[in-house]
């Protein structure tokens, strides 16, 4: 740049008088001036992109929580994009992180560390809070002609127990759980069965006492969890449902942290987590409509292991009350379909009206759990005398205890279930007995303090 701004290029004024071919030099030496300054702005403006473009990748790095490195995610995206570009300027169009990661699932093989960028990529979007991305994940991942395909790839990682992978089967695990809500089982070939691979878990004999500790169970006991997660999700279809019902094996590695006793047999702490998802999903397939729901009940109650383990957890002082009002609705809905038969620990509708009564005229039990038996009661003594009969029967202060949650209590819903009791009890029961005086009185003297002022 010096050298073009004087006039003589470097040649004296003296030097071009005596040498007439200094004057042939001049318009060389400005052609070669012009590229080494044209060389040197290129040169700066490449390494202040190649500077840039670092800072990008890092602050994409740090905002989704991924790696920075030479072979990070965010590196090997943007050097494929540059390459492309260079190429085919056309190439950019239409091109994203989400794009980039769907194309590296779907066409490597899950053990590539294409694949484990791509899951990375698409995990970290998934934890982020950029509704668009989502919907085009979405859009891909549940809405196109290769979704199934890349599904049935992660559910394939999501299965693999292994501690050099461990981070992987966890992300691609919570990609399918995160958009588990769209995905239809019939249109998936394959899930199922891979699903079902992840509720593979030994839960009898030595082996589980011998691997209590190790990291080997703890990474199996996650991917169970998953699984669970993922299928209690699914289960919001009936379509799905159906298919879990006709899948074989399936509803018994469901339930096997039940009929397994882990929470009494192991340990409460380590388990719960596993145990109540099994029982979410469970309290969801017993309440299933038409054949599929017929079906599944049967099958729930002839586990007879599962149904002795959900008829403890009540009695248990160790197991959280989340578990025991599971346990009550389980068993109240496999009470209320008369088509089946209870397991010799619950073997009548008789015996668990009794055990509902234990429950909820309890005063040391959780509110929330004797709320849950109250509403058990309530539909168990709908329709049937028998149990009318029970529960004044077998404890004679329960109309006292009802009368004064119908008072007192300060929520409604236990005033209203109160209520339906009293009502079923006062329409049920025949016998011309105290009981029935009992009743007769609080009919007229409580019901109408109670019903008075809400007509007001």
Not at 16 to 34: C, E, I, S, T
Request: hydrophobic residues 40%; contains cysteine.
């Amino acid at each position: 740049r010096f050298r073009l701004t004087r006039r003589d290029l470097g040649f004296g004024m003296a030097n071009a008088a005596a040498d007439g071919g200094a004057n042939l030099q001049k318009p060389a030496l400005r052609v070669l001036y012009l590229m080494a300054l044209a060389q040197g702005v290129l040169y700066f403006y490449g390494m202040t992109f190649i500077t840039t473009g670092r800072k990008m990748e890092r602050k994409v790095a740090d905002k989704y929580n991924l790696n920075y490195g030479a072979k990070s995610p965010v590196r090997e995206y943007a050097v494929e994009t540059m390459a492309g570009c260079m190429k085919d300027p056309s190439f950019v169009r239409g091109r994203n992180m989400v794009t980039h990661a769907i194309g590296l699932i779907e066409s490597s093989s899950i053990d590539t560390d294409n694949f484990i960028n791509g899951v990375r990529i698409i995990d970290s979007l998934v934890q982020s809070q950029l509704q668009g991305h989502h919907a085009l994940m979405r859009q891909l991942l549940t809405g196109s002609a290769s979704s199934s395909h890349i599904l049935v790839k992660l559910l394939e990682a999501a299965t693999r127990c292994s501690p050099t992978q461990n981070n992987i089967t966890k992300s691609a695990a919570r990609i399918v759980e995160y958009f588990a809500v769209d995905i239809h089982l019939k249109k998936l070939p394959g899930g199922i069965e891979c699903i079902s691979d992840m509720l593979e878990l030994s839960t009898t004999g030595p082996q589980l006492e011998q691997f209590k500790d190790t990291l080997k169970l703890d990474q199996c006991m996650e991917m169970l969890h998953w699984g669970l997660k993922i299928l209690r999700i699914l289960a919001a279809h009936s379509d799905n449902c159906r298919v879990i019902c006709d899948t074989e094996g399936l509803l018994s590695r469901i339930m096997a942290p039940m009929s397994s006793d882990l929470l009494h047999r192991i340990d409460h702490e380590v388990w719960h987590s596993v145990v109540e998802e099994s029982m979410q999903l469970v309290a969801l397939l017993v309440v299933a409509p038409g054949v599929t729901g017929v079906r599944l009940r049967r099958e729930i109650s002839g586990n007879k292991e599962a149904v002795t383990t959900m008829d403890s957890i009540p009695k248990c002082s160790k197991c959280k009350p989340l578990l025991q009002i599971m346990a009550i609705k389980i068993l109240s809905q496999l009470a209320f379909d008369k088509s089946l038969s209870m397991s010799t620990s619950v073997a009548s509708r008789e015996e668990l009206a009794k055990y509902m009564l234990c429950i909820f005229t309890d005063d040391n039990k959780d509110m929330s759990v004797r709320k849950s038996a109250a509403q058990a009661l309530a539909m168990l003594c709908v329709e049937s005398q028998s149990i009318a009969v029970v529960i004044l029967q077998a404890d004679g202060n329960v109309v006292g205890v009802l009368k004064d949650m119908l008072l007192h209590s300060k929520e409604n819903e236990s005033r209203i279930n109160a209520a339906e009791i009293l009502a079923h009890l006062y329409n049920h029961y025949t016998y011309d007995d105290e009981y029935l005086g009992e009743l007769n009185k609080v009919i007229k003297d409580v019901m109408p303090k109670v019903i008075n002022p809400c007509i007001k």
